[in-house]
Antibody, heavy 120, light 109 residues
């Protein structure tokens, strides 16, 4: 059974940094592209970014609102994907989900989410 | 690409048919259009990919159709477990981008 578990969420002040982690199990992690998707309280879903597999160059791509501030990385030895968030803004307040890629066009399995609150 | 979903809320009774619409501001690349179900306090669940392909394990009362800019998710006979918010999502490939619609809430009438 595919399982994704996020951690690292919390309350931070504007301008601060935070790193989210997501540990995966139940599938061959090194073969799967991984994504982060967020959802502001009471709002819809927003793709944050993606990292390909190491064999595909571990290339990353980001949504415009986070490009240059957020960085996705992976450690296949630990079945982990990370989201480093810098220069956080109040509009980054959201539940952050890690999700597996599904045929490169959508998101197949999701974690339960990690809540990030940016407030002074 | 901007996705618009209608209606915003659909109030129906168990056993009724639900028809949810998703319209794109321009043609969706290769019909890369997916549908998700989200219940309160839970992560989204993928139902349909590539506009009409049902994910393994999803009941056959869920079906997707459409192409180009107009897509539909149909739930043939609503069951109590189906009352939730449904999102459509499109994928662009170069550069990679993924956009979600604002969602349709299916409520019990």
């Amino acid at each position: 059974e595919v399982q994704l578990v996020e951690s690292g969420g919390g309350l931070v002040k504007p301008g601060e940094s935070l790193r989210l982690s997501c540990v995966a199990s139940g599938f061959t992690f090194s073969n799967v592209w991984m994504n982060w998707v967020r959802q502001a309280p009471g709002k819809g879903l927003e793709w944050v970014g993606r990292i390909k597999t190491k064999s595909d160059g571990a290339t990353t791509a980001y949504a415009a609102p986070v490009n240059g501030r957020f960085t996705i990385s992976r450690d296949d030895s630990k079945n982990m994907v990370y989201l480093q968030m810098n220069s956080l803004k109040s509009e980054d307040t959201a539940m952050y989900y890690c999700a597996t890629d599904f045929f490169k066009t959508c998101f197949g399995s999701w974690g339960q989410g990690a809540l990030v609150t940016v407030s002074s | 690409i901007v996705l618009t979903q209608s209606p915003g809320t659909l109030s129906l009774s168990p056993g009724e048919r639900a028809t949810l619409s998703c319209r794109a501001s321009q043609s969706v690349t290769s019909n890369y259009l997916a549908w998700y179900q989200q219940k309160p306090g839970q992560a989204p669940r993928l139902l349909i990919h590539d506009a009409s392909s049902r994910v393994t394990g999803i009941p056959d009362r869920f079906s997707g159709s459409g192409s180009g800019t107009d897509f539909t998710l149909t739930i043939s006979r609503l069951e109590p477990d189906d009352f939730a918010v449904y999102y459509c999502q499109q994928a662009g490939t170069s550069p990679p981008s993924f956009a979600f619609g604002p969602g349709t809430r299916v409520d019990i009438k």
